[in-house]
Structure formats: C-alpha cells, structure tokens
C-alpha cells in the first residue's frame, strides 16, 4: 500500500515536473544535483580510500555543501511561487548575492587549504 502511493506519488513528480517548472529553475537544479553528486563522490573516496589530506577533502566537503546550501537559497528566492515572500528582492539581485557569497565561500576554501 505504502509502495504503490509513493510509486503514485513519484511518477506525478516526474510528470509534472518538466511541464511546471520554469527554465532557470530547472537550470538551478541541475547544478544541485551536481554539487550533490560531488559531494558524495568525495564522501566515499574520503570513506573508502584515503582523507590523506584531510584539509584539502575537509575543504572541498564543506565547499561542496555550502554550495549546494548557497544554490537552495538562490532558488527559493527566484521561484515564481514565492513572489511574496521575497518581494523586495529582484532575481538579479538574489543572483548578485549568489556570485557574492560564493566569491566569500572559496576565499574560505582557499584559506582552508593553506
């Protein structure tokens, strides 16, 4: 029962999704989903072969969430559907500070690494 509503629920997602969801959203996604990926890759690298430098994969693990944290906030403040939430920010302003706050995060990353 439980299976078949979230099989229900999945393929409605899949289904709605390219229909819905705005083109520079999609765009935003992608790029989560591919910071998502890096991170795990670097996860099970640092599991299963070696963390030897542990600063340069503390580095790039941190780099890595905190970006995917930065694109989340960047697309919850450019989505159509939460116009009122964040009504007194443009999206190129939310992109402005997107760019800013990445530029902040790798002199950090650059700072960890020595």
Same mark, same amino acid.
């Given at each position: 029962?439980?299976? $078949?509503?979230?099989? =229900?629920?999945?393929?409605?997602?899949?289904? =709605?999704?390219?229909? /819905? /969801?705005? $083109?520079?959203?999609?765009?935003?996604?992608?790029?989560?989903?591919?910071?998502?990926? /890096?991170?795990?890759?670097?996860?099970?690298?640092?599991?299963?072969? /070696?963390?030897?430098?542990?600063?340069?994969?503390?580095?790039?693990?941190?780099?890595?969430?905190?970006?995917?944290?930065?694109?989340?906030?960047?697309?919850?403040?450019?989505?159509?559907? *939460? *116009?009122?939430?964040?009504?007194?920010?443009?999206? =190129?302003?939310?992109?402005?500070?997107?760019?800013?706050?990445?530029?902040?995060?790798?002199?950090?990353?650059? *700072?960890?690494?020595?």
């Amino acid at each position: 029962m439980v299976d $078949k509503k979230l099989s =229900e629920l999945f393929n409605h997602i899949i289904q =709605e999704y390219p229909k /819905t /969801t705005p $083109k520079k959203l999609k765009i935003i996604d992608a790029y989560m989903v591919y910071i998502l990926l /890096t991170g795990i890759v670097q996860f099970i690298y640092c599991v299963f072969l /070696t963390s030897f430098p542990f600063n340069a994969f503390l580095a790039g693990f941190i780099s890595t969430v905190a970006s995917f944290v930065l694109a989340a906030s960047l697309r919850s403040q450019v989505n159509p559907l *939460n *116009n009122d939430e964040f009504k007194n920010i443009s999206p =190129e302003r939310a992109f402005a500070d997107f760019c800013l706050a990445h530029v902040v995060l790798h002199l950090v990353v650059a *700072n960890v690494l020595g």
